[in-house]
T-cell receptor, first 113, second 109 residues
């Protein structure tokens, strides 16, 4: 079965540092998402991306966050100046136009110290 | 804003038992997803429903749009079914998934 790939699986950073989380969605998919899950809490929507632009974003996705699809395969989430409360598992997901199934990556565990 | 509630929060069963996990939501939706989250954290999509019923192997998902309720059933449960099962919904005009808190299922041999 096709897979969404995320790297790194774990990222430890100091508060105030920039991090880039990377995702390779499934090749023929057109809709891409970032979600996050703080330990012990529900999964939360961050942003959706279609046709090379943000189609929807949540209140969490403030000016410190940005997304990019720099080439035909990668989809990145950048956090400019990390805060302690950004510590979470970040999931990338993708879905095709006619595909009923949403595919998630295995996540990047971000720890901000 | 859609509130997604799941019950029970925790469920322990013996191998072979029939399992039901419930999900209710507060506002009309365009689709409902059942997801499985493994202990390592990875999330797998099980079903996407907008009406009726779907079956895949030992898993059955049903939805009642009028009652704003969905159920996930597992027949002949097995220890490998142990995971957190999450209900999530999308509303018309929005792509984002709104997640429930999940139901932690433990199936003992």
């Amino acid at each position: 079965e096709p897979e969404v790939t995320q790297t790194p699986s774990h990222q430890v950073t100091q508060m105030g540092q920039e991090v880039i989380l990377r995702c390779v969605p499934i090749s023929n998919h057109l809709y891409f998402y970032w979600y996050r899950q703080i330990l012990g809490q529900k999964v939360e929507f961050l942003v959706s991306f279609y046709n090379n632009e943000i189609s929807e974003k949540s209140e969490i996705f403030d000016d410190q966050f940005s997304v990019e699809r720099p080439d035909g395969s990668n989809f990145t989430l950048k956090i400019r100046s990390t805060k302690l409360e950004d510590s979470a598992m970040y999931f990338c997901a993708s879905i095709g136009v006619y595909n009923e199934k949403l595919f998630f990556g295995s996540g990047t565990q971000l720890s901000v110290l | 804003k859609n509130e997604v509630e799941q019950s029970p929060q925790n469920l322990t069963a013996q191998e072979g038992e029939f399992i039901t996990i419930n999900c209710s939501y507060s506002v009309g939706i365009s689709a409902l997803h059942w997801l499985q989250q493994h202990p390592g954290g990875g999330i797998v999509s099980l079903f996407m429903l907008s009406s009726g019923k779907k079956k895949h192997g030992r898993l059955i998902a049903t939805i009642n749009i009028q009652e704003k309720h969905s159920s996930l059933h597992i027949t002949a449960s097995h220890p490998r079914d142990s995971a957190v099962y999450i209900c999530a919904v999308t509303q018309g005009g929005s792509e984002k998934l709104v997640f429930g808190k999940g139901t932690k299922l433990t199936v003992n041999p």
